[in-house]
């Protein structure tokens, strides 16, 4: 009997990624007409931009002198930061102890930010929620989200530089500081401690679940008269910037990164999510909000050729 039970699940297990990978393959066949190639550029933008990928400390000695997989992927990864001073004074804002199990490791992180805009907007797709097109706007606009997002954080972590608050066991793993400031540890997971502002978990967390909210909020109308006195829509709106809330704190509670890094991230993440989400969609409050700005009611091809006209007057 158990035998057959679990046969059966393993068939049901492979009829979902079955059915999972049709529903993939049939979205990338409507990009493959109306945006494949900047969505796969978007994405390969993304996977340049993955600095903060890296592997665990305590590795298999087997890997050990191997180049890591996510290395060979991110650019940025191999850029040394600015390495900033440190007075001896305020070494005690860098000597928290070094956490080897995050709360949130980066792979979940990443999973998460990047899926599940993607899934949502293919839930929606797949119920008939969506107007035609509406797939390749929320593709584009999410790639562009986390593309933007991926550049700017990355370029302000080399530019900054500034320790982690377990910088001082990344320098010192003996917990012995030498008078000449010199750094005893491993040279990369050192470069690794100069990255903490701005925290790329905050901001990629509130770039691609705030992206996901402002894209829930404006299907369901939850801020125009459509919507509005529903609380049911209000508490799923908030219900992924909560998850990213949780993400970004969650790195301070594993010592990766300060309190004004978190923030800034989280910020920085959030601020691109609503830029691209407003250049492909209108306001939350507008009446038409669940409607891409590229599908709506606009004026006649001919009409707007005469508009275009200096000499054509309207009639009052």
Request: hydrophobic share 40%; charged share 20%; glycine share 8%.
């Amino acid at each position: 009997m158990r035998s057959r039970l679990a046969s059966l699940s393993i068939i049901m297990g492979l009829l979902l990624l079955a059915g999972f990978g049709l529903v993939l393959g049939w979205s990338w066949l409507r990009w493959y007409q109306v945006g494949l190639p900047s969505s796969w550029m978007a994405v390969c933008m993304v996977l340049l931009s993955w600095s903060e990928v890296k592997t665990p400390p305590n590795q298999d000695t087997c890997l050990e002198g191997t180049k890591r997989p996510a290395q060979s992927l991110g650019i940025t990864e191999e850029l040394p930061p600015f390495i900033r001073e440190i007075q001896p004074e305020e070494m005690w804002l860098y000597k928290f102890h070094r956490v080897t199990r995050d709360h949130v490791p980066t792979t979940l992180m990443f999973s998460v930010a990047c899926f599940t805009p993607m899934i949502v907007i293919l839930l929606f797709t797949i119920l008939q929620r969506t107007e035609k097109g509406d797939l390749k706007e929320a593709s584009l606009a999410v790639t562009l989200t986390l593309v933007l997002n991926g550049v700017f954080t990355n370029a302000i972590k080399l530019v900054v530089g500034r320790p982690r608050p377990d910088f001082f066991y990344r320098c010192f793993p003996d917990g012995q500081m030498n008078l000449e400031m010199q750094c005893s540890g491993d040279p990369d997971t050192v470069m690794e401690g100069r990255k903490s502002f701005p925290s790329g978990h905050s901001s990629f967390a509130f770039a691609g679940l705030g992206f996901t909210a402002l894209y829930v909020g404006g299907k369901l109308r939850c801020f125009n008269k459509g919507g509005q006195g529903r609380a049911w829509r209000l508490c799923v709106f908030l219900t992924p910037l909560l998850l990213a809330s949780l993400i970004a704190l969650s790195r301070t509670c594993d010592f990766k990164h300060h309190w004004q890094d978190v923030l800034v991230g989280s910020l920085l993440g959030l601020a691109f999510a609503w830029l691209c989400y407003r250049q492909h969609y209108p306001p939350l409050h507008d009446q038409d909000s669940h409607r891409p700005l590229r599908h709506r009611e606009t004026l006649p091809a001919a009409q707007e050729r005469k508009l275009a006209n200096s000499n054509y007057l309207l009639p009052l």
